[in-house]
């Protein structure tokens, strides 16, 4: 690599005082966007030390480890998601001290660090890409890459029909050292983003050593960006007339999930596996079904795989009963947990989705009802934090955070939102950097403003407003988190037995646990199965029954 490196502290083992074994069978991870979590020095970006010193209140809220997004060197052409160098801090987030200091500290507060892993596609600013531009045509280093000559008289043409995920072609036209037009490279996202041709040794060599480097720093794990997306179908075929645009489609891309990406994962399974404290990974696999989801968990590839077919559910009981019984299902067999998300920095955060009417997908432009958001997110936070297996929850949800749906056009950092097609052209709406306090520069977030501006009222959305406040959605999370951790029935397990409700509603048993979600827009009478043990809205009871009401999830405990 071409940047100069401060040298790694000597491999430690994890010291945490979690030592539950299998932790990450029903762990609740919380994603930190280190540049929109807290900003240490005034310059308007969140940076490491940020987070560093903002740890406690993850800790108060209950969480067991924390993801955070990419801080490695970048140009930031994509968030961070072009890595120039896997082995350097950005300086915009600090440095490798920065990094092994707020590792140190998460471990000694009792939780556990995940760092995010971008092995389909590098900056086009890291090393090799400028090698291999500056080398010209038989370069070594393009093999390292998908380098390909056009099609047409002259080259004119990409050398396939296949589109960028961000929109356009997923191929650019490079000039070569002598200023003519020459070969093609491929990138599934933005230009800046070319794909490694994980067919070269050198490639997967690489990544094995990134792996230990971290490793060795004290990570708990790695989340895999676009882990579906590695290997590409053998001669890159034409797709032909064929809706392309789509991360969660309906059939195997010849880009996208292809079976040879589970070979690679089975031998990062066995350098992690190597490593005490029980590391992890977590795969951001857009897979057709569940079912093939559930191949990149089986027992020696990843531990977890997010469940976007979870996330992209509507309010809907039918609909919600039918995807957590297929993800069960599917990961039972794998012996893998499931896992359950609602937000991440790619989605509109669901309070806002759930604001607006139904089919209009995980990317919305409308505020909606803001109320009506706010309840139903809240009613599916206890929905999924009562599922068997582990949650994850996106900064800010703990907050009730809305998207932010009106951000001028001059100020929109996501590279899809200038590419016309691009279908992820608003992602900016969900990376507002988070209030901490009602007043203050930033609403405590930093010194120095935002690089990203925050609504007016966000301060009364803040950690302050919210803390010890009965009812706000803060203390609701803290709570939901606190049961979970002292109650077995909660997370763990592979199964629900579902009880008998009225239509719209959901209700299942586990153990000594029942959890009642009531979908529609009407209040519903369901029995009383024990003790509330929480509830997302006011319930009203008598000897015998239950009035939930409308988008409100109730807990209830039959234990003394």
């Known amino acids: 690599m071409s940047q100069q490196h401060t040298a790694a502290p000597a491999p430690r083992s994890v010291a945490v005082t979690d030592r539950r074994r299998d932790w990450w069978r029903d762990a609740v991870i919380y994603q930190v966007y280190p540049r929109s979590f807290a900003d240490s020095n005034g310059d308007g970006m969140g940076d490491l030390e940020g987070v560093r010193s903002r740890l406690p209140h993850l800790r108060d809220l209950g969480v067991d480890a924390v993801w955070l997004s990419p801080f490695y060197a970048s140009p930031q052409a994509d968030a961070g998601y072009d890595v120039a160098d896997y082995r350097a801090v950005d300086p915009m987030f600090g440095n490798l001290l920065d990094a092994d200091a707020l ?22 600013q890291h090393e090799w890409f400028r090698r291999a531009l500056a ?15 056009g099609k047409g008289r002259n080259g004119e043409l990409p050398p396939n029909d ?20 020459g070969e093609w490279y491929l990138h599934l996202f933005a230009p800046e983003q070319p794909d490694f041709n994980w067919e070269h040794p050198a490639v997967g060599d690489e990544f094995r050593s990134i792996l230990r480097f971290w490793l060795d720093m004290g990570v708990d794990g790695f989340r895999i960006d676009v882990a579906h997306g590695l290997v590409k179908a ?34 990062w399974r066995r350098i992690l596996d190597e490593y005490s404290g029980e590391r992890i990974f977590v795969a951001e696999a857009w897979t057709p079904t569940v079912e ?3 191949n990149y968990v089986r027992p020696d590839e990843l531990h977890q795989a997010f469940n976007f077919q979870y996330l992209s559910t509507e309010w809907d009981a039918k609909d919600l009963r039918t995807v957590i019984d297929r993800t069960l299902e599917a990961m039972r067999p794998v012996g893998a947990p499931a896992t359950w998300v609602l937000s991440n920095h790619d989605v509109t955060r669901h309070a806002t989705r759930f604001a607006n009417p139904p089919g209009v997908g995980t990317q919305i432009r409308t505020a909606g009802d803001r109320e009506l958001g706010l309840r139903r997110a809240r009613a599916a936070t206890l929905l999924m934090l009562a599922l068997p297996g582990s949650a994850y929850i996106y900064q800010g949800e703990e907050l009730g955070l809305p998207d932010v749906v009106d951000l001028p056009d001059e100020v929109r950092q ?60 803060l203390e609701l999370y803290r709570a939901a988190l606190a049961a979970r951790r002292t109650r077995p029935d909660l997370g763990a397990g592979d199964a629900v037995e579902w009880l008998r409700a009225p239509e719209g509603v959901l209700a299942f048993r586990r153990g000594e646990f029942v959890c009642v979600t009531n979908t529609t827009g009407e209040s519903v009478t369901t029995p009383v199965y024990g003790r509330v043990l929480l509830a997302s809205g006011e319930v009203t009871e008598t000897d015998d029954e239950t009035k939930v009401p409308a988008d409100t999830t109730v807990w209830w405990t039959t234990a003394q």
Not at 105 to 117: C, K, N, P, S, T
Request: glycine share 14%.
């Open 103 to 124: 590792i140190r500290d998460a471990h000694e507060l009792g939780l556990r660090i995940i760092v995010d892993l971008v092995p389909n596609h590098s900056s086009d």
């Open 135 to 149: 080398e010209g045509p038989g370069s070594p280093l393009r093999e390292r890459y998908h380098f390909r000559p």
């Open 162 to 181: 296949w589109e960028s995920i961000f929109g356009g072609p997923a191929w650019t036209r490079v000039t070569e050292p002598d200023g003519t037009p």
């Open 234 to 267: 053998d001669g890159l075929p034409d797709l032909g007339a064929h809706d392309q645009l789509k991360l969660l489609g309906n059939d195997v891309m010849p880009f996208f999930d292809q079976d040879g990406v589970h070979e690679i994962y089975r031998q």
């Open 292 to 294: 093939r989801t559930a």
């Open 414 to 473: 996501d590279p899809a939102y200038f590419r016309g097609a691009g279908q992820d052209g608003f992602r900016d709406g969900c990376r507002v950097p988070i209030p901490w306090t009602r007043e203050g520069s930033s609403y405590g977030f930093g010194s120095g403003g935002s690089w990203l501006p925050q609504p007016a009222g966000w301060g009364e959305l803040s950690v302050e407003a919210q803390t010890g406040v009965a009812g706000s959605t």
